[in-house]
């Protein structure tokens, strides 16, 4: 019984690690132009960039289990770090891809949306 519930209480840790680990992959690698074509939506990869960080933020602090503010805003922040260091590797490191301003910015608002989400859900 203890296994089955500490194995429960670090499914958010697994999940967290496991996320960050994709949203990085997936903003590294090659895209080539016939796969972005598929689906042409209105600033989509914005609204990708957005749910990703929504999610790490929510995955991290479930994870973490912190329901101190400044712990989680401090999640956010480090987030919005993460989201940088994405970008400038991004630029440095892939042929076909670039860093983004606005990348960052829908990777801290997603982020923050989480944040403010999670705070009013947990009232």
Not at 33 to 52: N, Q
């Amino acid at each position: 019984m203890k296994i089955t519930q500490h194995l429960l209480e670090r499914k958010f840790f697994y999940l967290a690690i496991t996320w960050t680990a994709i949203v990085a992959y997936l903003c590294l690698i090659s895209i080539s132009s016939k796969s972005v074509a598929l689906l042409e939506v209105p600033f989509k990869d914005k609204i990708v960039h957005f749910i990703f960080y929504f999610l790490l933020y929510f995955f991290w602090i479930k994870a973490l289990k912190k329901n101190k503010i400044v712990t989680q805003f401090k999640i956010v922040l480090i987030l919005i770090l993460y989201g940088i260091i994405i970008e400038v590797l991004q630029e440095i490191f892939t042929s076909d891809r670039q860093g983004d301003f606005f990348d960052v910015l829908a990777n801290s608002l997603g982020a923050l949306t989480s944040f403010v989400f999670l705070r009013f859900v947990n009232k």
